[in-house]
């Protein structure tokens, strides 16, 4: 009996090593999702990040985006933050004026 539980321990003591060398062998680290996407101003980012501001973009698709993302936040409170947080003091998008409309797009 004793064998058997001998000869289950080296099973398992094999697999688990066959295990291991396959999560760990990779000369990749595994990715990580960094960035901090909470609030009003996360939600930005993270369409920032997610290349959503490669195209020019409406207050109102920005708006739209964000609730498809679960960020349900007020027009003023956006307009805002994309204006003054991101626009003027990070300057990391820039608004051009088409057709009338301001649009968000990420500065280049």
């Known amino acids: 009996m004793e064998e058997e539980y001998i000869k289950k321990f080296e099973e398992f003591d094999e697999r688990l ?3 291991e060398n396959t999560l760990f062998s990779t000369s990749e680290p595994l990715k990580k999702i960094k960035g901090n996407f909470s609030g009003l101003a996360g939600g930005i980012r993270f369409l920032i ?5 490669n195209e020019p973009k409406t207050l109102k698709e920005v708006i739209n985006e964000l609730k498809r993302e679960g960020y349900h936040r007020s027009i003023s409170g956006v307009a805002s933050t994309l ?4 626009t003027a003091n990070q300057k990391i998008l820039t608004r ?7 649009k968000y797009v990420i500065r280049k």
């Open 49 to 53: 990040k997610n290349d959503f501001f």
């Open 83 to 86: 204006s003054v947080t991101f």
């Open 17 to 19: 090593n066959r295990i």
């Open 96 to 102: 051009i004026k088409e057709e009338k409309t301001w």
